[in-house]
């Protein structure tokens, strides 16, 4: 199982941009990228996924080196309300399941 | 209602009590997955179905009992439980299995054993 290592929290104030860092080192070659987000008491959101180099869409950047062994997480311009626990995750080699680890803590002040 | 819904919402049992969680899904989906989150851990896996069969189990005590009857529907059966099951179970469905599926959360259920 590739396992996912990122900081346990971060802290920003609004309207600043945000880059989460995850390391993936033992990442397979048919794994993908995802990041969730989740808000106390819960579930997780699907936020971005990507394979390779830079996915971006509505809410984030996701941004992939050539060896796929780290990724990073771009929020533009945060809120008080991107206030959350975000997660990294690659797939399992077998492909059954996500394996969701301790995840980053951001908290964004005013 | 559409997305994934999950009942009930809060729950206090105690250890002799038999319960059962409920989840469904309004997607459309062919997998469904139950979680269990408790305080300041992880998302720990516990149940992965596909197309209505098991596909996965994270040795979880029997005491945990899923069932699937349908690809819209999940259960979670509880029985004789711990203090230590209190936690927040969260149900999940994506299209598929493979793990490049988003997976789609509940609002989860709340539980709580005495």
């Known amino acids: 199982l590739a396992k996912t290592t990122q900081p346990i929290s971060m802290d920003s104030y609004e309207g600043q941009e945000v880059n989460i860092t995850c390391s993936h080192n033992?990442?397979?070659?048919?794994?993908?990228i995802t990041w969730y987000q989740q808000f106390p008491s819960q579930g997780p959101r699907f936020i971005i996924q990507g394979y390779k180099t830079k996915v971006t869409n509505e809410v984030a950047s996701l941004f992939i080196p050539a060896d796929r062994k780290s990724s990073t997480l771009s929020l533009p311009r945060v809120s008080l309300s991107d206030t959350a626990v975000y997660y990294c995750l690659v797939g399992d080699q077998a492909g059954t399941a996500l394996i969701f680890g301790k995840g980053t803590t951001l908290s964004v002040s005013s | 209602e559409t997305g994934v819904t999950q009942t009930p919402r809060h729950l206090v049992m105690g250890m002799t009590n038999k319960k059962s969680l409920k989840c469904e899904q309004h997607?459309?989906?062919?997998?469904m997955y139950w979680y269990k989150q408790s305080a300041k851990k992880p998302l720990e896996l516990m149940f992965v179905?596909?197309?209505?069969?098991?596909?996965e189990n994270n040795s979880v005590p029997s005491r945990f009992s899923p069932e699937c009857p349908n690809s819209s529907h999940l259960f979670l059966h509880l029985h004789t439980l711990q203090p230590e099951d209190s936690a927040l179970y969260l149900c999940?469905?994506?299209?598929?299995?493979?793990?490049?599926?988003?997976?789609?959360f509940g609002p989860g259920t709340r539980l709580t054993v005495l």
């Open positions: 179905y596909s197309l209505e069969e098991r596909v």
């Open positions: 999940a469905s994506s299209p598929g299995q493979g793990t490049e599926n988003e997976q789609f």
């Open positions: 033992n990442i397979a070659t048919n794994d993908y």
């Open positions: 997607l459309g989906h062919n997998a």
